[in-house]
């Protein structure tokens, strides 16, 4: 009996209107689990080899996986994945909520969506059935306005929404899937890709609250064990008092907070936005995700030149801090949260936003953009600047119609500001930075959709100075040695595989990153893999499989880019990270080194068996992972 999943993936064909379930057999999910592996087996038999992300050929998959709806901390997520419109290559995206475990109760491991609508449409799911449902009241609404209307209509205000906002209607690349109001699968454009498919939304309702399980019992006492543990794991003691926020110190302190468009590693008004001064100043109430102890969803509420903020939006993540925050310059916490709102609202991606802002800022600090090209001065620290800016993106309306596709595309289209791209493959460069953790130069690097921070564990879990606590997780792995600070030899980048292997396992298996993990997390490798067993009685499941499923991942990904043509060539860093660092701390004048970066990607690529000239699978590779059907699809 399979137990964990539903056995049933809804397939949507938007163009005919058609509806249809497909059961896979159990080797299916054995050999995929779930989110993003799974939906790369449709992706890859399915999408047309050079087609653009919004072309109607393109298909988007929603995938669970077995832990989704569990009774246990950090399972309820979901992947999406499609051909990115805003990235070199595939796109993948995780989201949180109450989403994904509402529509595992509905009755789906997941839901593929293939061409396009002839109308505007939003997919109703409930109780293991789908219908296709007029959207044209909504286009338009902010996704507020969106969600209550749906609940309205279906008369239902425990319907869970998942949908794209005004700015993908726009086509805007950067646009991300909301849900909830406040979480998102931003970063690779998934929301693009949703809108050009004429799908706005999609509502889940199941009844069902309980699925079957292989060993309820167990599985319970591991979660009491982790809700009861979280005192006593400082880190994730951290998250619950002041969410991801809790890491602005930690970062500026070593030099790893991007300010000024990462011109420099610390910001000197930092505490401004600080987890801690967020809770002492706004903090309305935690919030937390499906059956979550951490609770580390922060909800606000503030105002800003009489702008408000209210407590639905949720509160800006340690990124967005970043983003809008450090590398726009900008120290105003309630101007952060009020953009926070306006790309929740609107469904923007906050890191790629943010952070192309930033990137027009820095380009007129240079005298590569001019008040009349603008409309208006563009100065790092104008927090009135950045809000009017970040508006005429969601409207693409002046020199917001430039920006709304990314910086890179922002560059192309203007022929200038090249050197001040911070992008890998299309994708700007999350909130912490290589200089300070070395292996993320390298995971940035070689990561199929670019520019990544949840696809490794960091450097300092295994450095000097790591607690044992970390340090005897990561043994488990087989990374028995502590590492010097800012290495970069052979052994930080087995330390950088092996652990992207376990994230990448993360993101197939749907868990939560904060929640399970190798080093510093509530449940580390054993704990992972002792859950799996009892949601899917496969008693021999084992770290060693874990492993390999998230190896199988990597290599999807990577053939998936290497059939669009993308190369070793394209696993570059932006030239900027090659260029010593200003201001104060531990990073100030520190430099990435080409010769370093470029050693680890050959080593990375041959540890992991992939062609070292091209950086891509071989097939026989490709075979030894039961992958030998991806060279003929």
């Known amino acids: 009996m399979l137990t964990g999943y539903t056995g049933k993936i809804l397939h949507v064909d938007l163009s005919q209107g058609k509806i249809w379930v497909e059961t896979p057999d159990e080797s299916f999910y054995r050999t995929y689990i779930g989110g993003s592996a799974m939906g790369l ?50 796109g993948d995206s995780q989201c949180g909520g109450f989403f994904p475990a509402e529509l595992k109760f509905a009755g789906f491991d997941g839901i ?15 109780d293991g059935e789908a219908e296709l449902r007029d959207a044209s009241a909504l286009w338009g609404k902010t996704t507020s306005q969106a969600e209550a209307h749906i609940k309205q209509e279906l008369e239902d205000p425990k319907i869970e929404i998942a949908q794209c906002g005004p700015a993908a209607e726009k086509g805007t690349r950067l646009a991300a899937i909301i849900n909830m109001g406040n979480r998102a699968n931003g970063r690779t454009g998934m929301g693009a890709v949703m809108a050009s498919k004429n799908l706005r939304a999609v509502a889940v309702r199941g009844k069902t609250r309980r699925l079957p399980l292989a060993n309820a019992q167990r599985l319970g006492q591991l979660a009491r064990w982790g809700a009861g543990d979280v005192e006593n794991n400082g880190d994730v003691l951290g998250l619950r008092e002041y969410g991801t926020p809790s890491v602005v110190g930690f ?46 969803k922060r909800v606000v509420e503030t105002e800003w030149q009489g702008r408000p903020v209210e407590g639905q939006h949720g509160g800006p993540e340690y990124e967005t801090l970043g983003t809008f925050g450090s590398y726009c310059g900008v120290d105003d916490l309630p101007a952060v949260c009020l953009a926070n709102k306006i790309c ?58 430039v920006l709304a596709d990314g910086s890179r595309r922002a560059a192309e ?17 999350p909130a912490h930075m290589p200089q300070a953790k070395r292996s993320l130069g390298l995971i940035y690097a070689v990561n199929a959709f670019g520019a990544d921070h949840q696809s490794s564990e960091h450097d300092p879990m295994i450095e000097e100075g790591a607690s044992d606590f970390y340090l005897n ?14 290495s970069l030899d052979s052994e930080k980048v087995r330390y950088a595989l092996k652990t ?31 859950m799996m067993v009892d949601v899917t009685g496969w008693n021999d499941f084992s770290l060693e499989e874990l492993l ?54 050959e080593e990375y690529y041959t540890m992991l068996g992939w062609d070292p000239a091209t950086g891509q699978p071989t097939p026989q590779g490709l075979a030894e992972l039961g992958l030998a059907w991806v060279n003929n699809p």
């Open 548 to 601: 390999k499923v998230g190896e199988r991942r990597l290599n999807l990904m990577r053939a998936f880019n290497a059939r669009e043509g993308l190369t070793r060539a394209q696993d570059q860093l932006p030239a900027k990270f090659f260029q010593p660092l200003q201001g104060e701390g531990p990073t100030a004048g520190v430099a990435l080194d080409p010769a370093v970066i470029e050693r680890a990607k």
């Open 112 to 126: 593929v969506f293939t061409g396009k609508a002839p109308t505007y449409q939003y997919l109703w799911i409930h």
């Open 344 to 401: 929740n609202e609107n469904g923007l991606d906050t890191i790629g936003t943010g952070a192309t802002i930033a990137w027009a800022m820095e380009c007129f600090q240079n005298g590569l953009f001019t008040a009349d090209d603008v409309g208006y001065p563009l100065h790092f620290g104008d927090a009135a600047a950045m809000i009017r800016l970040l508006e005429q993106m969601v409207a693409r309306e002046g020199f917001g119609e």
């Open 500 to 530: 992207q292997m376990f994230y990448s396992f993360l993101d197939t298996a749907c868990l939560c990153q904060f929640v399970w993990g190798p080093s510093w997390e509530m449940f580390g490798p054993q704990e992972t893999v002792q």
């Open 473 to 486: 997780r990561l043994a488990l792995l087989g990374l028995h040695q502590v590492l010097a600070p800012g």
């Open 41 to 90: 087996v449709y992706i890859l038999k399915d999408v047309p080899a050079g087609i653009d992300g919004l072309d109607p050929a393109n298909v988007l998959t929603w995938m669970l996986s077995a832990p989704t709806g569990a009774p246990i901390s950090g399972q309820s997520r979901m992947c999406v994945n499609a051909r990115s419109p805003l990235v070199d290559g595939i």
């Open 413 to 429: 289209r203007l022929g200038k500001g090249h050197a001040h791209l911070i992008t890998v493959k299309g994708a700007e460069a």
């Open 251 to 296: 970062q500026n302190t070593i030099g790893s907070l991007p300010t000024l468009n990462y011109t420099q590693g610390q910001f000197p008004l930092a505490d401004h936005i600080s987890g801690e001064t967020m809770k002492d100043t706004i903090l309305k109430e935690n919030d937390t995700c499906f059956a979550c102890a951490v609770r580390c």
